[in-house]
């Protein structure tokens, strides 16, 4: 197995990154990694992989994001109040394919939410398409959190996964 330690530093750093903008609210800063007609997709089935013809809890596109962000910041959704604080942690991270400016990537993400005196776990692989920019940046084509605990009502949640 031959691995490019130099794009899994630069990948892992990314994926890191944004974990830390969406524990910290800092949803302007999410929104700005994504490629324009980038995919963020939370199925209900881990197993399925027919994402437009299933159904899912998010299958957002760039504008859905942006009221995403907008219903989080503004209150307006009861789910926004009281806001949940949360920790997550990325590990296992693995280039599942690469090439030439794109990368796949699988990842564990661990996610702890404290929010009305309650505790509540959420573990996922986490799937990205990434693709490096002119500028050298990396762009999220698309995003997949396949939660493995995907029985378990999401409703009320008050974060991006």
């Given amino acids: 197995m031959n691995i490019n330690l130099n794009l899994l530093n630069e990948v892992t750093a990314f994926i890191w990154s944004e974990a830390d903008m969406l524990d910290h609210g800092e949803y302007h800063n999410w929104l700005d990694l994504w490629a ?42 009861i789910s926004t109040t009281p806001k949940a604080n949360t920790i997550r942690s990325i590990s296992r991270v693995r280039i599942l394919q690469e090439e030439g400016d794109a990368v796949v990537l699988r990842c564990a993400q661990n996610l702890r939410e404290f929010r009305k005196e309650n505790l509540r776990h959420y573990t996922a692989d986490v799937t990205y398409h990434l693709s490096r920019e002119a500028s050298g940046d990396f762009k999220i084509q698309r995003k997949v959190v396949s939660l493995i605990n995907s029985t378990d009502t999401l409703s009320g949640i008050s974060y991006i996964l």
């Fill in 36 to 77: 324009e007609q980038g995919k963020y997709i939370i199925p209900i089935d881990p197993q399925l992989t027919d994402y437009e013809n299933s159904l899912n809890y998010a299958y957002d596109d760039h504008h859905m994001r942006k009221l995403r962000v907008e219903r989080l910041e503004n209150g307006e959704a």
